[in-house]
């Protein structure tokens, strides 16, 4: 089992920055690749970022290509994303994932974050 706690949600205004943090614990951190989703009221939870299990590679959603930067620290086991210019679009809880494989797809993920709201204001 990963247990994986995510973090730095909040409110911000247009075009603003925030930075979410997911730690992890269980099994071993450097043997996954981790991602972040998120969920939108009424919409379906959908890929935003992933990172391989060394950090060499990465993967985004055309819609924050640009403006998200995903990176991950073996030492704290932890997996951030930096989210700048921030669009109300944005708006949605953004969940933390664990795969034992390459995948942005959603069913690839094995275990998951409880979830953190970020709310981008206009």
């Known amino acids: 089992q990963v247990q994986l706690v995510e973090s730095g949600g909040g409110l911000v205004q247009a075009g603003g920055s925030l930075r979410l943090s997911c730690v992890a614990s269980g099994r071993t951190f450097s043997n996954y690749a981790m991602g972040w989703f998120r969920q939108a009221p009424g919409k379906e939870r959908e890929f935003v970022a992933a990172i391989s299990r060394g950090g060499a590679s990465f993967n985004y959603a055309d819609s924050v290509k640009g403006r998200f930067t995903i990176s991950r620290d073996h030492a704290k086991n932890t997996v951030s994303l930096q989210m700048d210019s921030l669009k109300p679009e944005d708006t949605a809880v953004y969940y933390c994932?664990?795969?034992?494989?390459?995948?942005?797809?959603?069913?690839?993920?094995?275990?998951w974050g409880q979830g953190t709201q970020v709310t981008v204001s206009s």
């Open positions: 994932a664990a795969s034992g494989s390459w995948t942005t797809s959603r069913s690839g993920f094995d275990y």
